[in-house]
């Protein structure tokens, strides 16, 4: 069964960072694309980045370009987001999810940026 | 970026009714699109990829349809767990996106 964990969430103040984490299992890690996903309360979905089974690839939404950084341990199951230069509308719930298509999500981990 | 637009935005529906939603693209994106079921405090789930084929363990009540720039999920007789909010994911051109979302509702 596909589990994905998310984890390294919390309070921050604007301009700070946070690293998120994301532990997966159940399915061959380094065969897979991740994806990170946000999601304001009450709000939808947004795409946020994506990187490639090797870590050779990796995009992003414009809004965070140059402020956060998609990685990988593959020797870990591990997924990461290195978040920089926090802002408000940066809060929201962030979801992992395999695949480059998303085909299995986390719960979930909370960011609140405080301005 | 490519918008997707879904409607309606939320809808009142009961059990056993027939329910169709639609997502339209701003640009032509093949069949590059996934349905996906929000259920409030917990991730999604995908139900079709591809824009038409059945995740393993999706209920055949769920179907997808469409490619180009227009596409649906339709849900052949509601079931009480079917009350949620649903959202589009084309994933062709990046950034990828989704659609705002549908919410269900009981009637």
């Known amino acids: 069964e596909v589990q994905l964990v998310e984890s390294g969430g919390g309070l921050v103040q604007g301009g700070g960072s946070l690293r998120l984490s994301c532990a997966a299992s159940g399915f061959i890690f380094n065969n897979f694309w991740m994806t990170w996903v946000r999601q304001v309360p009450g709000r939808g979905l947004e795409w946020v980045a994506n990187?490639?089974?090797?870590?050779?690839?990796?995009y992003y939404v414009d809004s965070v370009k140059g402020r956060f950084t998609i990685s990988r341990d593959n020797a870990k199951n591990s997924l990461y987001l290195q978040m920089n230069s926090l802002r408000a509308d940066d809060s929201g719930v962030y979801f992992c999810?395999?695949?480059?298509?998303?085909?299995?999500w986390g719960q979930g981990t909370l960011v609140t940026v405080s301005s | 970026d490519i918008q997707m637009t879904q409607s309606p935005s939320a809808m009142s529906a009961s059990v056993g009714d027939r329910v169709t939603i639609t997502c339209r693209a701003s640009?032509?994106?093949?069949?590059?699109l996934g349905w996906f079921q929000q259920k409030p405090g917990k991730g999604p789930k995908r139900l079709i990829y591809?824009?038409?084929t059945l995740q393993p363990g999706v209920p055949s009540r769920f179907s997808g349809n469409g490619s180009g720039t227009e596409f649906t999920l339709t849900i052949s007789s509601l079931q009480p767990e079917d009350f949620a909010t649903y959202y589009c994911l084309q994933h062709i051109i990046y950034p990828y996106t989704f659609g705002q979302g549908t919410k269900l509702e009981i009637k």
């Open positions: 640009q032509g994106i093949s069949s590059s």
């Open positions: 591809a824009a038409s």
């Open positions: 990187i490639k089974y090797d870590g050779s690839e990796k």
């Open positions: 999810a395999s695949g480059g298509h998303c085909d299995f």
